[in-house]
Nanobody, 116 residues
Framework: VQLQACGGGLVQAGGTLRLSCLASGSIFGISDMGWYRQAPGKQRELVARITKSSTTNYADSVKGRFTISRDNGKRTVYLEMNNLKPEDTAVYYC???????????WGQGTQVTVSS
């Protein structure tokens, strides 16, 4: 399985970006998908997750600004990021997990930089 993330870039504070992550393979429909981020000198942290049944949860720091969604037909998970802040600057990683299994895949990461 491969995860291809894209959509990062440089944006001014208050701007919007939309990340996408395309998954290969046939297990997307039974997978929980997530977006994590890692800023320089910090640990990787959860940004948002969406279960196979589309239940979502978000880090407190992004609630009300970010929206995670999925399209099972396209094997793609999205992260819509609005009202971006400089503290959102990080490398964003896509994650795929199948509950009750050892399946836990990571994408290559996409850089998001928010200027003040």
């Amino acid at each position: 399985v491969q995860l291809q993330a894209c959509g990062g870039g440089l944006v001014q504070a208050g701007g919007t970006l939309r990340l996408s992550c395309l998954a290969s393979g046939s297990i997307f429909g039974i997978s929980d998908m997530g977006w994590y981020r890692q800023a320089p000198g910090k640990q990787r942290e959860l940004v948002a997750r969406i279960t196979k049944s589309s239940t979502t949860n978000y880090a407190d720091s992004v609630k009300g600004r970010f929206t995670i969604s999925r399209d099972n037909g396209k094997r793609t998970v999205y992260l819509e990021m609005n009202n971006l802040k400089p503290e959102d600057t990080a490398v964003y990683y896509c994650n795929q997990r199948v509950p009750l299994t050892a399946i836990d895949y990571w994408g290559q990461g996409t850089q998001v930089t928010v200027s003040s």
